[in-house]
């Protein structure tokens, strides 16, 4: 006879002790389960299975930190695949779900998902200016359920434009191609337009709504005599990168970029933060909060490291004589 189940132990008292036993482990197997946090992420731009370098960054990040997907954590992912309408949509989706932190890419995607919810935390990354966008009250104290990681184009612009400038130092008409769609980029091209002025340039305004618009703005941009462009950092540009490389190309127009992928694919030279690194600064935000930390008291992190990437061969096909001093400055020349 089992030793557990002695003559002095009744029998019915053994069985409920069975059958107490049989019901609790499920429950605890399911109170495990609900322990694996789960969070969220909102994007403007990708679809399920497309390779994502940005979010490869998220799970590297949120790995060193000691989460694995799929073991000690679950993430929701959210793609608008290009529509920004869809957003208010899919960021109420993740509410519905009840998750406990949304990491955004971009404004649209924040300010979505600020929108769908006062009470979860929202991580941001590669907003251009949240203050100006209201998505924050101060980057010292953002106030709300939001933080993050800002690009801090607010200050960025006017250096892109005087290293342009150098570059091609006979330029006096400046053409800025940027998305209207984005709400923060209106922000961007006021910004802009005050550097241009700075520095006593013509600003010509591309805004563009679809990819179909390119041809006529870059048409637009030869009518106006354009001497050089100023292509903004944001998912829609980023998206469409072949196509506006091809018509630079085209065009003949030398360019500042934001990001230095374009540079890398043939454009003229970019500066500004990794995109990467966003992501992967990210994750520390996600570890504090769902260790308790509130976004109310994280301050927005800002980029303490720029790089400044010039395209030597493609500053040879436009023939431009890139000036040593700049070159020197570049933390990569591609040959």
Excluded at 30 to 53: D, W
Excluded at 79 to 84: F, I, T, V
Excluded at 302 to 324: E, R, S
Aim: aromatic share 6%.
């Amino acid at each position: 006879m089992d030793s557990s189940c002695s003559p002095e132990m009744p029998r019915r008292t053994f069985m409920a002790m069975m059958a107490g036993g049989l019901l609790t482990a499920p429950l605890a197997a399911e109170a495990q389960q609900a322990r694996v946090p789960k969070i969220g992420v909102l994007l403007l731009f990708g679809t399920p299975g497309q390779p994502s370098p940005l979010l490869d960054a998220l799970r590297g990040g949120l790995r060193d930190l000691g989460y694995v997907e799929g073991q000690n954590l679950v993430i929701e992912y959210r793609w608008a695949e290009g529509q920004a309408q869809r957003l208010a949509e899919l960021a109420t989706d993740l509410v519905r779900l009840n998750v406990a932190v949304i990491v955004t890419g971009g404004t649209p995607a924040t300010l979505a998902a600020k929108a769908a919810t006062p009470a979860i935390p929202v991580v941001m990354t590669n907003v251009g200016d949240p203050v100006g966008s209201n998505i924050v009250a101060s980057l010292a104290r953002p106030g709300a359920n939001v933080t993050g990681l800002s690009l801090l184009e607010t200050d960025l612009d006017g250096k892109r434009i005087e290293l342009l400038k150098e570059a091609v130092p006979h330029l006096t008409r400046l053409a800025i191609l940027w998305s209207a769609n984005d709400p923060g980029m209106t922000l961007a091209y006021g910004r802009v337009g005050m550097a241009a002025q700075a520095l006593g340039l013509a600003l010509q305004n591309l805004a563009v709504r679809e990819p179909a618009d390119f041809p006529r703005a870059f048409d637009a941009a030869v009518a106006g005599r354009a001497e050089a462009l100023f292509v903004t950092a944001q998912p829609f540009t980023n998206r469409h990168r072949a196509e506006i490389l091809a018509l630079v190309a085209k065009q003949r127009l030398p360019a500042m970029y934001t990001l230095r992928g374009f540079v890398d694919a043939g454009g003229l030279m970019a500066y500004g933060p990794s995109q990467t690194d966003q992501y992967r600064r990210a994750a520390t935000y996600v570890d504090r909060i769902l260790k308790g930390a509130k976004p109310a008291d994280l301050p927005v992190e800002q980029p303490t490291t720029f790089d400044l990437v010039i395209n030597l061969k493609t500053a040879k096909a436009l023939g431009l004589t890139m000036p040593p001093s700049l070159l020197q400055r570049a933390d990569q020349v591609i040959e």
